[in-house]
C-alpha cells in the first residue's frame, strides 16, 4: 500500500521547513551553540534510534556551514554522564550517538543543567534541548537551575516523551522557567520530532523572528513561537 495522502503532505511540509532554515544567517555572524541532552536509560531504548537518524535535522535547518555548532550531552545507568566536543559536522557527532546504548538508571538532568551552566560560562550557549520521558529527581532543585537559565538567556527546549505525568509537568516547568518551551512526541511520531529539532536548530541561528516566519502555516510549531514570546 502506498503512502497516505496526510503523511505525503507532512514529509512535503517538513521538507520546505527544513529548505527555508537553510537560508537563515546566526546571530551577529558567529557561529550559534546548540547543547543537546538526551536520556539514555533503558526507558529510551525504544525510540534512541529515531532519535539518532533525526539529530542531523538541526544541522540541516542550519545549512550544515558552520552556522550552528551542536554539543551531544547524555546520561544513562549508574551516574554515567557523557558530553562531545562542540562539533559543526553531523557525521561526527552522528558517529558518537551510534556507538551509545541505553542503559538502565535514574534521570539526572540537574547534571545537565548543571554543566550547560558551565559551558555557558566558556562561551555563550544560544539554545539547550532536552529530550527524556521522567523524571526521579527533585523538582526544586531542576527548577531553581532552570531559572538561572532563563536569567542568562539560555532557553531550555524540552521535548516530553510519553504520557508520565510527572515527567511532564517538570518537562513543562523547564521550559517555562528559562523562558524556553515544551512540546511531547511519542513513538509513532518521528516526524513531530524532527520538526521540533529543526525549530530548535532555527531558534539558535535565527532567534525568535526566524522562528516565527517560518512556522507562520505550522501550527504545531506556533505553538512554541507563543511560548517563546510569553
Not at 546566526?26 to 529515531?50: C, E, I, K, V
Not at 539547550?128 to 526521579?136: K, N, Q, T
Request: proline share 3%; charged share 20%.
Amino acid at each position: 500500500m502506498g503512502k497516505s495522502l496526510k503523511t505525503v503532505s507532512d514529509s512535503k511540509e517538513i521538507d520546505a521547513f527544513l529548505n527555508q532554515a537553510k537560508d537563515l544567517a546566526p546571530y551577529a555572524g558567529q557561529s550559534a551553540r546548540l547543547l543537546f541532552a538526551m536520556d539514555a536509560t533503558a526507558s529510551r531504548s525504544p525510540t534512541w534510534d529515531h532519535a539518532c537518524s533525526l539529530h542531523s535535522e538541526m544541522f540541516l535547518a542550519s545549512g550544515n556551514s558552520g552556522a550552528l555548532q551542536v554539543q551531544l550531552c547524555y546520561y544513562r545507568g549508574y551516574r554515567e554522564f557523557h558530553y562531545s566536543n562542540w562539533v559543526a559536522r553531523p557525521e561526527a557527532l552522528l558517529q558518537e550517538m551510534n556507538g551509545v546504548s541505553c542503559l538502565g538508571g535514574h534521570t539526572q538532568i540537574g547534571r545537565v543543567l548543571e554543566h550547560a551552566l558551565r559551558e555557558h560560562r566558556n562561551h555563550p550557549i544560544n539554545v539547550v534541548v532536552l529530550i527524556g520521558d521522567c523524571c526521579e529527581e527533585p523538582l526544586d532543585p531542576l527548577c531553581e537551575l532552570a531559572g538561572e537559565l532563563g536569567l542568562l538567556g539560555i532557553p531550555l527546549f524540552c521535548f516530553h516523551e510519553g504520557d508520565d505525568p510527572h515527567g511532564r509537568l517538570l518537562f513543562e516547568q523547564l521550559a517555562r522557567l528559562s523562558g524556553g518551551a515544551f512540546a511531547r512526541f511519542d513513538l509513532n511520531s518521528a516526524h513531530r520530532l524532527k520538526q521540533l529539532l529543526a525549530a530548535a536548530a532555527v531558534y539558535a541561528t535565527g532567534g525568535i523572528e526566524a522562528l516565527e516566519n517560518l512556522a507562520r502555516n505550522n501550527r504545531e510549531l506556533l505553538a512554541l513561537t507563543h511560548q517563546l514570546d510569553r
